[in-house]
């Protein structure tokens, strides 16, 4: 017996590097990461747009790699970032027409992968993101180093 197949984090690894090699795939046609598809789908739930600080929050990623992917995805005309007036420091990013009907055509094909959770129902769906969830709170609380 492989003694990594008793590891929940080896478990997670996997199964962590199958969704983004299947996202990868999907995703190809457009030219997008995943990590820029996510940011499109939190963008598109935010009608007024989001500060890049907000946007970082709901993502769990820094300014550091957030700025450089929404330069990207500006350039390609599907985020518009625009700096408050109030506060020149903070800039909201929000999706353009073009970004909305990227994000309704990203929609339609990354709706392929559902089935491929393993999931057969809704409240199957529901418990395992929360697990997911629960897994990622407890992973990001502070822990002690072990003692040698």
């Known amino acids: 017996m492989n003694p990594l197949d008793d590891m929940i984090c080896f478990a997670l690894y996997r199964a962590s ?15 997008l990461t995943y990590t820029q598809y996510i940011a499109l789908v939190a963008l598109g739930s935010a009608p007024d747009g989001l500060t ?8 769990g990623l820094d300014s ?23 506060d020149e420091r903070r800039v909201t990013a929000s999706l353009t027409a073009d970004g ?23 409240a199957e769906l529901s418990e395992l993101v929360s697990t997911l969830g ?8 502070p822990v002690a180093p072990p003692v040698p």
């Open 52 to 59: 890049v600080g907000g946007l970082g929050e709901q993502l």
């Open 134 to 141: 629960r897994i990622t709170s407890g992973m990001r609380a």
């Open 17 to 31: 590097n199958a969704v983004a090699q299947a996202h990868r795939t999907v995703l190809e046609p457009w030219n």
């Open 64 to 86: 550091g790699t957030l700025s450089p992917l929404l330069r990207r995805l500006d350039e390609r005309g599907l985020v518009l970032r625009e700096r408050r007036d109030s």
């Open 100 to 122: 909305r009907r990227t994000l309704g055509e990203l929609g339609e094909a990354i709706a392929c992968l559902g089935p491929r959770y393993g999931v057969s129902s809704a």
